[in-house]
Nanobody
């Protein structure tokens, strides 16, 4: 059993920055792909950013050049650095992970579009206003 725990959410003004963190507790699963997914009230979930075990990354178009996903393998912590935040970034942000054997840009793009990660955190709220 593994538990994903997010932290770092909060309220910021437009143009501000936040860094989300996600720590995995429990069984030492080797997740090949990890990511961040968000859901705003009344909207469907959307994949924001993903990273695989080789360090390849993919992003939602609307966050490219503003958000950076990274993985500290030694500490087993996933990060999402969010800069130049906009009101439309307001949402609950979830850490997600998958044991898929597939890595690379195509696998990451599929996970972001289908949002079908196998493991999920409880979420952390980000509000930009």
């Amino acid at each position: 059993h593994v538990q994903l725990v997010e932290s770092g959410g909060g309220s910021v003004r437009p143009g501000g920055s936040l860094r989300l963190s996600c720590t995995a507790y429990g069984d030492n699963y080797n997740f090949n792909c990890l990511g961040w997914v968000r859901q705003a009230p009344g909207k469907e979930r959307e994949g924001v950013a993903a990273i695989d075990s080789d360090g390849t990354t993919r992003y939602l178009d609307s966050v490219k050049d503003r958000f950076t996903i990274s993985l500290d393998k030694a500490k087993n912590i996933l990060y999402l650095q969010m800069n130049n935040l906009k009101p439309e970034d307001t949402a609950m942000y979830y850490c997600a992970a998958d044991l898929t054997v597939y890595v690379g840009p195509v696998a990451l793009e599929r996970l972001l579009s289908d949002v079908d990660f196998g493991y999920w955190g409880q979420g952390t709220q980000v509000t930009v206003s």
